[in-house]
């Protein structure tokens, strides 16, 4: 599919975008919380002023009235049905896929799953609940203790999607779980006064100090979406949240702003950079394979994780932060690769791309130069579908990131199937 990247300035209508963000509606800050400096301001806009796509109403899926499905749509429903139908047959009879030391590889498909709620998989549901709850420890986490791995036994990863992935089943049997897992997901965060603060690693007792945008995104996420648990703590018990205002300060200091390549401004970086000297170790995403594209240092994935991450941090949808990130989103918009990463990691960034611009309220990207709006939905559908095996799985050729697993880029596409369908809750 023909990629829409180009090099513009970076003047070129972020007014306009930032008025369709506006329409967009959705929380508000109600001053500054991220405890630092006011962020940059957002560049100015260009004589010629793009044109606008409506924005859905909300950080959800708004439901609409009762239409008849698109051909398209169809077709995403029959790929969705192929692709749990697969991920059933794959589940071991004790609930597990994939590899049992790391939960989040189980929480992924019965997330997925329990979104469907389809009445045939059931007794799959219930295995893979029994299983993931099964791994909780007695600190709160998620997570099996895997001796002399190193790296350990990604705490902060494995519990922040066990726990959301426990929610989605939405059982009364696990809030007590839930809030324990939240408790454990808050410790993590680092809040020493260093470059670190605000952001989530891997690990709660790593014996270092190591923070990253894709551990934070997850734990971010999860905290927000289940909060609602908070509501049921017994009487006296004090409620559990992490810092938000210096979550925010860390997302918001991996944004690339200025003194960089105009193709990087607005996107984010893995991690912070490090002390002086460390060149650009935090910027993770360096490599593409599709002739004609920016070298990036910057990507798209972490990019998505970083717009997702202000959204749930309560950053209004016309804050420069946000439009300067949706401006890196459409300048670089591909369903081809992950910018700046080529097939790495490819299957994740179709699920952070539609959880992103689902929960801001974007159903099109607003259009580019010399060209009309994006409707990211349609165009994200087909390339999964046209990617489905005739098993009903998908895989990934690079192995980076395990997604050469079926199990995991299966689970990675049906959730982003889910959210561009409207199936989320």
Same mark, same amino acid.
């Given at each position: 599919?023909?990629?829409?990247?180009?090099?513009?300035?970076?003047?070129?209508?972020?007014?306009?975008?930032?008025a369709?963000? #506006?329409?967009s509606g &959705?929380?508000?800050?109600?001053?500054?919380?991220?405890?630092?400096?006011?962020p940059?301001?957002a560049p100015?806009a260009a004589?010629?002023a793009?044109?606008?796509?409506?924005?859905? @109403?909300?950080?959800?899926?708004?439901a609409?009235?009762?239409?008849?499905?698109?051909?398209?749509? +169809?077709?995403?429903?029959?790929?969705?049905e192929?692709?749990?139908?697969?991920?059933?047959a794959?589940?071991q009879?004790?609930?597990?896929?994939?590899?049992?030391?790391?939960?989040?590889?189980? @929480?992924?498909?019965?997330? @997925?799953?329990?979104?469907?709620?389809?009445?045939?998989? @059931?007794?799959?549901?219930?295995?893979a609940?029994?299983?993931?709850?099964?791994?909780? *420890?007695?600190?709160?986490?998620?997570? #099996?203790?895997?001796p !002399?791995r190193?790296?350990?036994?990604? &705490?902060?990863?494995?519990t922040?999607?066990?726990?959301?992935?426990?929610?989605?089943?939405?059982?009364?049997?696990h809030?007590?779980?839930?809030?324990?897992?939240?408790?454990?997901?808050?410790?993590?965060q680092?809040?020493?006064?260093?470059?670190?603060?605000?952001?989530?690693?891997?690990?709660?007792?790593?014996?270092?100090?190591?923070?990253?945008?894709?551990?934070?995104?997850?734990?971010?996420?999860?905290?927000r979406?289940?909060?609602d #648990?908070?509501?049921? +703590?017994p009487?006296?018990?004090?409620?559990?949240?992490?810092?938000?205002?210096?979550?925010?300060?860390?997302?918001?200091?991996?944004?690339?702003?200025?003194?960089?390549?105009?193709?990087d401004?607005g996107g984010?970086?893995?991690?912070?950079?490090g002390?002086?000297?460390a060149g650009?170790a !935090?910027?993770a995403g360096?490599?593409t394979?599709?002739? !004609?594209?920016?070298?990036?240092?910057?990507?798209?994935?972490i990019?998505y994780s970083?717009?997702?991450?202000?959204?749930y941090?309560?950053?209004?949808r016309?804050?420069?932060?946000?439009?300067?990130?949706?401006?890196y989103a459409?300048?670089?918009?591909t369903v081809?690769?992950?910018?700046g990463?080529? *097939?790495?990691?490819?299957?994740?960034?179709?699920?952070?791309?539609?959880?992103?611009l689902?929960?801001?309220?974007?159903?099109?990207?607003?259009?580019?130069?010399? &060209?009309?709006?994006?409707?990211?939905?349609?165009?994200?559908?087909?390339?999964i579908?046209?990617?489905?095996?005739?098993? !009903?799985?998908?895989?990934?050729?690079?192995?980076?990131?395990w997604?050469?697993?079926?199990?995991?880029?299966?689970a990675?596409?049906?959730?982003?199937?889910e959210?561009?369908?409207g199936?989320?809750?």
């Amino acid at each position: 599919m023909k990629s829409r990247c180009f090099s513009i300035s970076l003047c070129t209508g972020l007014l306009s975008l930032g008025a369709v963000l #506006v329409l967009s509606g &959705g929380c508000r800050r109600g001053g500054d919380a991220s405890g630092e400096a006011a962020p940059p301001a957002a560049p100015e806009a260009a004589a010629e002023a793009v044109a606008t796509a409506g924005g859905e @109403a909300g950080a959800a899926p708004v439901a609409e009235a009762i239409r008849e499905l698109t051909d398209l749509e +169809r077709r995403a429903h029959a790929a969705l049905e192929r692709g749990l139908d697969y991920l059933r047959a794959q589940q071991q009879t004790n609930g597990v896929w994939s590899n049992p030391q790391f939960p989040a590889l189980s @929480a992924l498909p019965l997330w @997925a799953m329990s979104m469907a709620a389809r009445g045939q998989d @059931a007794a799959a549901i219930e295995r893979a609940t029994a299983y993931v709850a099964g791994c909780a *420890q007695p600190d709160g986490g998620i997570y #099996v203790v895997v001796p !002399g791995r190193r790296g350990g036994a990604l &705490g902060t990863y494995n519990t922040a999607i066990c726990m959301t992935a426990l929610h989605a089943v939405g059982r009364p049997e696990h809030v007590r779980l839930i809030q324990q897992a939240r408790s454990y997901v808050a410790a993590t965060q680092l809040l020493g006064d260093d470059e670190y603060r605000g952001g989530f690693g891997y690990e709660r007792n790593s014996g270092q100090a190591y923070v990253d945008l894709n551990n934070t995104a997850w734990a971010l996420s999860a905290m927000r979406v289940t909060q609602d #648990v908070e509501e049921s +703590r017994p009487q006296g018990e004090a409620r559990v949240d992490v810092d938000w205002n210096a979550a925010l300060a860390f997302v918001t200091k991996m944004q690339i702003t200025s003194n960089a390549a105009p193709e990087d401004i607005g996107g984010f970086m893995y991690r912070p950079e490090g002390p002086e000297g460390a060149g650009r170790a !935090g910027r993770a995403g360096v490599a593409t394979n599709a002739p !004609g594209r920016p070298h990036l240092h910057s990507f798209g994935s972490i990019t998505y994780s970083g717009l997702l991450s202000m959204i749930y941090a309560q950053v209004a949808r016309d804050d420069p932060r946000v439009v300067s990130a949706v401006d890196y989103a459409r300048r670089h918009w591909t369903v081809d690769e992950n910018p700046g990463m080529g *097939q790495q990691g490819l299957y994740y960034y179709y699920t952070i791309m539609a959880r992103s611009l689902t929960t801001t309220g974007l159903s099109e990207l607003p259009a580019i130069e010399g &060209g009309g709006t994006v409707k990211w939905r349609e165009e994200l559908m087909e390339r999964i579908l046209a990617l489905q095996k005739e098993d !009903g799985s998908w895989a990934n050729t690079n192995n980076r990131f395990w997604e050469n697993d079926p199990v995991l880029a299966t689970a990675y596409s049906l959730l982003a199937l889910e959210y561009t369908l409207g199936m989320t809750r």
